[in-house]
């Protein structure tokens, strides 16, 4: 192991289990972050968006979504 490499560890592990676990995912996430997601992504919004636009997709207020959101978990 580098040295740079060894005191990012032992940093890292006197986080609190919480701080380790935002750190965790902040480096798993790096490790997918591509064009290619990105441009996936923009694809889907694009989609989303024509299906709005053309009355396809039906749209709900944020409150009653939320609403429905809460009483599934009930």
Request: proline share 1%; glycine share 2%.
């Amino acid at each position: 192991m580098s040295g740079q490499l060894e005191i990012v560890e032992a940093q890292a592990l006197k986080l609190t289990a919480e701080e380790w676990a935002r750190l965790a995912d902040k480096l798993i996430a790096s490790l997918f972050e591509d064009r290619e997601v990105e441009d996936l992504w923009a694809d889907e919004v694009e989609r989303r968006v024509e299906e709005i636009e053309s009355g396809r997709a039906k749209l709900i207020p944020a409150a009653e979504a939320i609403a429905r959101a809460r009483a599934a978990i009930k």
